[in-house]
């Protein structure tokens, strides 16, 4: 495992207060510690772009801060970043600098261990490394919205020459749906807002309809 001289012992850290909606209730703290050096096959990776879900929304209006594992949490599920260090029996692709994106299980944010913040320890097996056609920013989005899109797929069996109609074809899930459901052949029936109709129709959708 490679060493961090350079590694600070605090981050800036964006922390929930108290419930409610993540615009009133974060507050930047300057000053949380660094998680801890990474063992086994865990890794620690410095967070360049995170990426918020209508999940970290629900969870901040709903869960107290005055549970013992919920003291100063940090929200956020989804992220992309760099390995700064790698546990001695992570898998060898995982090198320092190796540019990597993910999605936190829901017991990390449950217990306030999120991805608002500049660093994150987690379990590689839960990482994957960024995909070489998209941009950091653009594969921190690729978590909980990606996910759910293999398993839509999945359990429609889309193939080559089907014809799908996608409803809300503009919002995260949507778009990402229409240019998979395209690159799999199918031939794509699109619903969305009529000042999203060109984005969409750009995505690769074959019919656009404006919902009223």
Excluded at 24 to 29: E, I, R, S, T
Excluded at 37 to 60: E, M, Q, V
Aim: proline share 7%; charged share 15%; with cysteine.
């Amino acid at each position: 495992m490679a060493n961090a001289p350079n590694l600070p012992k605090t981050m800036c850290a964006w922390v929930v207060t108290q419930r409610g909606n993540p615009i009133d209730v974060l507050k930047l703290k300057m000053d949380y510690p660094v998680p801890v050096t990474p063992k086994g096959s865990d890794l620690l990776i410095r967070i360049t772009h995170a990426c918020l879900n209508p999940a970290d929304i629900f969870l901040c209006s709903i869960l107290p801060t005055w549970l013992p594992c919920r003291r100063n949490p940090i929200p956020g599920f989804d992220f992309a970043g760099r390995v700064e260090l790698a546990g001695p029996s992570a898998p060898k692709e995982f090198v320092p600098n190796a540019e990597v994106c993910a999605s936190l299980s829901l017991v990390d944010v449950l217990a306030g261990r999120g991805t608002l913040a500049e660093f994150v320890l987690l379990s590689s097996d839960m990482v994957s490394l960024k995909p070489k056609e998209l941009s950091l920013a653009a594969s921190s989005g690729l978590g909980i919205t990606g996910q759910t899109v293999v398993i839509m797929l999945n359990e429609a069996k889309i193939k080559e020459g089907d014809r799908i109609l996608i409803n809300g074809s503009s919002g995260g899930v949507g778009t990402l749906l229409v240019q998979v459901a395209k690159a799999k052949g199918a031939h794509v029936t699109a619903t969305c807002s009529k000042a999203n109709i060109s984005m969409v129709k750009q995505l690769g959708a074959d019919e656009v309809c404006a919902c009223v």
